[in-house]
C-alpha cells in the first residue's frame, strides 16, 4: 500500500508520475488506501489538475476503509501506544489486509513495526 509522501515525492521528481512507476506489477499489486486518496484528493486543483487523477486512479487500486479496517483501528487504538491520525488510519488499514507500506517518511510508520509488525518499505531512498 502506497501512502501520499511516495507519490508526491515521485510526481516532484518526475513532474508527473510515469506510466510505469508501478512496473513490474499488474493492476490491483500495488494500491492505496482510500484515506490516503482522500488526503490526495484535498490538493486537487491546487497541486495537480483532474486528469492528472484520473490517470493516476488508471495506476492504483484504491481500496476502501472498510468494516475489518475499522476493527483493526479499534484495537491499535485500544492498545495506546500511537496516537488517532491519519497515519494510524492508513497503517490500521494496511494491517487488517496484510499488506506493506510504501513509504519514504519511514519513522512515521515505526511506532506501527514495532508494536503491531506493519512492514514497510521505502521506494524512494533504496
Avoid at 27 to 41: C, D, N, P
Amino acid at each position: 500500500m502506497i501512502i501520499k509522501n511516495v507519490l508526491i515525492r515521485l510526481e516532484i521528481k518526475n513532474e508527473l508520475l510515469p506510466h510505469n512507476f508501478c512496473e513490474p506489477y499488474e493492476f490491483g499489486e500495488v494500491a492505496i488506501s482510500a484515506i490516503t486518496w482522500a488526503e490526495l484528493l484535498r490538493g486537487l486543483h491546487t497541486h495537480q489538475t483532474e486528469q492528472q487523477f484520473e490517470a493516476l486512479k488508471k495506476l492504483l487500486l484504491i481500496l476502501p476503509f472498510d468494516i475489518k479496517a475499522s476493527e483493526k483501528f479499534g484495537e491499535v487504538m485500544r492498545q495506546k501506544v500511537v496516537k488517532a491520525n491519519f497515519d494510524t488510519l492508513i497503517a490500521s488499514h494496511a494491517l487488517s489486509k496484510n499488506l506493506i507500506i510504501v513509504t519514504n517518511n519511514e519513522s512515521d510508520f515505526k511506532p506501527f513495526a514495532e508494536n503491531f509488525d506493519l512492514k514497510i518499505e521505502n521506494w524512494v531512498n533504496n
